[in-house]
Nanobody
Framework: QVKLVESGGGSVQSGGSLRLSCAAS????????MAWIRQTPGKGREEVAT???????TYADSVKGRFTISQDNARHTLYLQMNNLEPEDTAMYYC?????????????????WGQGTQVTVSS
C-alpha cells in the first residue's frame, strides 16, 4: 500500500521560500511518476510539478523558474523547493504518485495522494 506523507508547509511573506517534503513508501513496482498538485477553493486543482521515472520534470507556467521538484537518491523522499513565493501560491499542496514510466496526462489519473500540507503566502 502506497503511503505519502507531506510536511514543510506553513505561512510565509511574499518573496520568501519554503521546502515541502513527501515521505513515500509502499511501492509495489519500481516505475512510477511523482508530482506535486495544489488545490484552492477558487481555482480547483493545478499540477505544479512532475518528476517522471526517467528523471524528466515538468512545471506549471506559473511556477517555472521559482519551484524545483527533486527526489533523494533512494527515491524515498520527494521535495518541492519553492522560492520567491507569491500570494497566488497559497494553496493546499498534495504529493501524488502513479505507477508507470510517464506521468499521467490528467490530475484525476493519479491514484495515490497524501493528506496535503497548507502553504499560505501573505503580501
Amino acid at each position: 500500500q502506497v503511503k505519502l506523507v507531506e510536511s514543510g508547509g506553513g505561512s510565509v511573506q511574499s518573496g520568501g521560500s519554503l521546502r515541502l517534503s513527501c515521505a513515500a513508501s509502499g511501492f509495489a513496482h519500481y516505475k512510477y511518476c511523482m508530482a506535486w498538485i495544489r488545490q484552492t477553493p477558487g481555482k480547483g486543482r493545478e499540477e505544479v510539478a512532475t518528476l517522471a521515472d526517467d528523471g524528466s520534470t515538468t512545471y506549471a507556467d506559473s511556477v517555472k523558474g521559482r519551484f524545483t521538484i527533486s527526489q533523494d537518491n533512494a527515491r524515498h523522499t520527494l521535495y518541492l523547493q519553492m522560492n520567491n513565493l507569491e500570494p497566488e501560491d497559497t494553496a493546499m499542496y498534495y504529493c501524488t504518485t502513479e505507477y508507470g514510466t510517464w506521468c499521467p496526462k490528467w490530475v484525476d489519473e493519479y491514484d495515490y495522494w497524501g493528506q496535503g500540507t497548507q502553504v499560505t503566502v501573505s503580501s
